[in-house]
C-alpha cells in the first residue's frame, strides 16, 4: 500500500461516523480539540470493525476501536512517536493505577472509565457538546483520532496499515488468551465456540502453541472449513454438537450462547479451564475446574502487537485471510455482513490510503 504523509497541520474539523436514530451511521463534519501536552493526533488509514462496536451503536457516538494511522501532531509531553510514524491503536489505560506500573493494563482500574466511559479520565472531551468520543481512547471511525501513547504502536512504515489495524482488539484478545493467560502447550487440549476473528486467532495460536487437539464449533460451514485450514483439527457445528465429556484442558467461549457455556463447562477435565470472552468469569466448578474471564487477551499492546506482526511475517499467523476490506463510506454494509456471518472481519479504509 502506498502511503502519502498527509499534510502536517491539526484537521480542527474531521470526518466522523454517527448514529442517528435509527442506529444508521452517517458521516459528518465535527471539530475535534487539539492534543493535550499527553495526547497524539492521528490520521486514520484503516479501522477493523469488532462486534463490541455493534453493541454500543448508539446516537450522536463515534465508535471504532481497530485503527490504525500515521502521526500528525504530538504533545509536548509524547516521546515514543513522531509525526509521520505509522501505528496501530489498541486500547487505553492510565499508567498510573498499580496494574499498569506492573505491567498489567489491561487490568487497569481505571478500565471501563477509559475504553467506555466516553470520554478524557477527567472527564473532559475533545468532541464537541453533544457528541461522545473517546471510545477505547480513539473513537477511529472517523478520519482522524486522538489518543495517547499508551494505546499506540508504532509499526514500521513498510507494512501495510490497513491489514495491521485489526490486530489491536479482537485478534490480540484471542491469540492473547491462548499465549499469555492460558499459556497453551504441546499436547493440549482445547474447545474455541464460535470462530470469528477472536476464535480463529485462539485457533492459529494453539497451532503455534502445539496443542494436539483443537476443536472449533461454529454455525457456519465457510467459517469451519477455513478453521480447518487454520488449525483446527476438528469442526462442529453449532447445534449438532456431541458430547465431549471431562476430555478437555481448556474452552475459550467466544459465542456467548448459554447451551454451549454448559456444553464447555461439561467438556472440561479435571483442573481444566473455561475462558469466557464475551461475560463474566469468576466461578468454580467441582474437580478442581474453573472459569475465567480475560480481557485483551492480557496483552501489553505494545509487545503483543509487535510479537503478531513477526509471527505473520514469519507465515504463522495468516491472520490477513480473515480480513475483508470496504471503503469508509461503505461503513454500513461493513456493519451489517460482520452482524450477520458473511464476513470475519470488515476493515475499513479511507479511499485516499488504498
Known sequence: MSVQHPRRTHPRVISAAIADGDHRLKFEK???GAPRRNEVGVHIVACGICHTDLSFISPATVLGHEGAGIVDQVGSAVKSVKPGDHVVLSFQSCGQCDA????????????STLNFGFSRLDGSSAYPPGISGHFFGQSSFASYALVTER???????????????????????????VMNTLRV???????????GAVGMAAVMAAKMAGAKEIIALDQYQHRRDLALELGATDVMKTGKERSLQGTLDYVIDTAGVSSLDTLGQNA??????????????????SRRRKIISVIQGDSVAQEFIPKMITLWQAGKFPFDRLLHFYDFEAINQAIEDTGSGKVIKAVLRWQEYA
Open 151 to 177: 494505546n499506540l504502536v508504532k509499526v514500521d512504515k513498510s507494512l501495510p496499515l490497513a491489514t495491521l489495524a485489526p490486530l489491536g482488539c479482537g485478534l490480540q484478545t484471542g491469540a492473547g488468551t
Open 100 to 111: 499498569c506500573e506492573n505491567n498489567r493494563p489491561a487490568d487497569c482500574e481505571h478500565f
Open 185 to 195: 502447550k504441546k499436547g493440549d487440549r482445547l474447545l474455541v465456540t464460535g470462530t
Open 268 to 285: 472440561l477435565k479435571d483442573g481444566g479451564v473455561m475462558v469466557r470472552l464475551t461475560g463474566a468469569g469468576g466461578a468454580t466448578l
Open 30 to 32: 465535527i471539530r475535534l
